[in-house]
């Protein structure tokens, strides 16, 4: 979604009234022209229709370091995964890429730790710029290697004081790990009430954080300037008392905030009144950096080889859109629940719609490769096995549809089974009927139900799922994108209608 809304774009001075201040008996007044600059949410390593990637991010963040020392450059997260690399290296190519960049500031998002958490730990220590999350600890409660709450910046004697928050949820929609995360609002308060005794004369929070949780931070009274991602808008918002960036997704636009800053000294007190410009940048109208673009250049080569080659054609329109994947049966949604059902023995397989990424329509015909593959399935999820009760297949598919509304991830696209649900009825009691071959399941009965790891552990509220016996798990599961490679690449040609396996009454 794109929406840039401007409120009150002032051409006074915010904060303080300057010239009030100025007709006191003022001791010092200083200017101080500084600028921030914010990408978020950057998962692919090269452009597409040439716009975005990391090589066109490093030739916008070198002009803005050469157009001015006083720069701060923020990274609000979402970027080790998901992508298509990412599935063969965990993310390691990224950590290069920004290292070319090397951002002042990078919060870790939620998809910094869909690898767990050693792989976290160890693209952090591969990293030469710094981590922020103030609300971020490892098990013992201690703050992790090269990781810090906040910090103050001196541009030019104006002491700019910087808090990174990650997303308290993280732990319930990533891989399992001991980290913990505190709640956003009590670290942001405690973090910015010790900037302020630090002397931080202007505040920015740099955030991972859905919009609900954005408009509090931003009507909270705590910082000046809020730089957030995770919700993947274009946003520009100020109200002359705070500002509220996303810079979109992708780095297509990447957003920069020139400050105007006053500086009064009076009476041994210092006050700050302060006036934004914004500049959001199209990616597009960049100078790809050469650092970064050898950088893709070379992953590019080195995979393109192997992810091209076809490995089947489909009969028919083939739906990965993200809109239906996440409301509805779809046949990529079928063809990639067959897969898991094949790979596993199960009996049936439920996987959550949002683990398809592509938001692509294939027209008849097309040829289908390892890339397009890894492109749908980019989490680098591996199969699982569970054995649960016919009552769990219910919970877990009322956890499936509990959301349908709002087209969450968690939307089952299921196999060797019909599911009847209601909409209308409340989240928790939708499911109107299962069948099995023809036979209505047995809530008593014990079923082996084929999905992926992220969801056996609970991921996307699937905590039924985790209640039997499992049976491939942990380490013995294989890369569900592979294994749906295996597949089609076995069926030759894909021929899958939609065929009511689920069904709104």
Not at 246 to 263: K, L, N, P, R
């Amino acid at each position: 979604m794109v929406a840039i809304t401007r409120r009150l774009l002032t051409t006074t001075f915010a904060a303080t009234g300057v010239q009030a201040l100025l007709g006191r008996r003022a001791f010092a007044a200083d200017m101080v022209k500084f600028t921030l600059v914010l990408v978020n949410d950057i998962y692919k390593m090269g452009e597409e229709k040439g716009r975005g990637g990391f090589a066109r991010l490093a030739g916008v963040v070198a002009a803005e370091r050469a157009r001015s020392k006083n720069v701060l450059v923020f990274h609000a997260g979402d970027t080790l995964s998901p992508s298509l690399m990412s599935g063969f290296d965990q993310g390691a190519h990224i950590i290069e890429l920004l290292n070319v960049s090397k951002p002042d500031v990078f919060v870790p998002g939620n998809h910094e730790f869909d690898f767990g958490e050693a792989v976290y730990r160890k693209r952090v220590a591969e990293a030469n710029f710094p981590f922020f999350a103030a609300n971020l600890r490892d098990a013992k409660g201690a703050m992790l290697p090269k990781h810090q709450d906040h910090a103050i910046f001196d541009l030019a004697g104006l002491k700019i004081g910087v808090v990174g928050i990650a997303l308290a949820a993280t732990k319930k929609i990533s891989a399992e790990n001991s980290l913990v995360f505190a709640l956003e609002m009590d670290t942001l308060a405690a973090q910015t009430k010790a900037l302020r005794s630090e002397g931080a004369d202007f505040i920015v929070a740099c955030t991972h954080t859905p919009i609900d949780m954005d408009y509090e931070i931003a009507r909270s009274g705590l910082v000046d300037v809020l730089l957030t991602g995770h919700d993947h808008d274009l946003r520009i918002e100020y109200d002359g008392k705070a500002v509220m960036v996303e810079s979109g997704e992708e780095g297509q636009y990447i957003t920069a905030i020139d400050f105007d800053a006053m500086v009064v000294t009076q009476d041994g007190k210092r006050v700050v009144s302060w006036r934004p410009h914004f500049r959001p940048t199209d990616s597009a109208e960049a100078t790809p950096d050469p650092a970064a673009l050898a950088i893709v250049k070379r992953y590019e080569t080195e995979l393109a080889q192997q992810l091209d080659v076809e490995i089947c054609k489909t009969a028919v329109e083939l739906d990965s859109r993200t809109a239906s994947v996440r409301a509805e049966e779809t046949n990529m949604g079928d063809l990639v629940a067959d897969a898991i059902r094949a790979s596993t023995g199960a009996d049936l397989a439920i996987t959550n719609g949002g683990g398809i990424r592509a938001n692509k329509l294939y027209p008849a015909g097309s040829a289908i490769t390892r890339r397009d593959i890894l492109t749908e399935l980019p989490f680098g999820n591996s199969t699982a096995l569970v054995e649960i009760t016919g009552e769990d297949i219910v919970a877990a598919l009322e956890n499936g549809l509990s959301q349908v509304e709002n087209r969450q991830g968690r939307f089952p696209q299921v196999s060797g089974m019909v599911v009847a649900y209601d909409p209308r009825e409340p989240a928790g009691s939708r499911v109107v009927s299962v069948t099995i071959d023809g036979k209505p399941l047995d809530k008593l009965a014990r079923y082996k139900v084929g999905s992926n790891d992220f969801m056996v552990k609970g991921g996307d509220g699937y905590v039924a799922l985790g209640k039997g016996k499992v049976l491939i798990g942990g380490t013995d599961g294989k890369l569900l994108a592979n294994e749906v490679m295996v597949h089609v690449k076995r069926l030759g040609t894909v021929d899958l209608r939609a065929q009511g396996r689920i069904t709104a009454l």
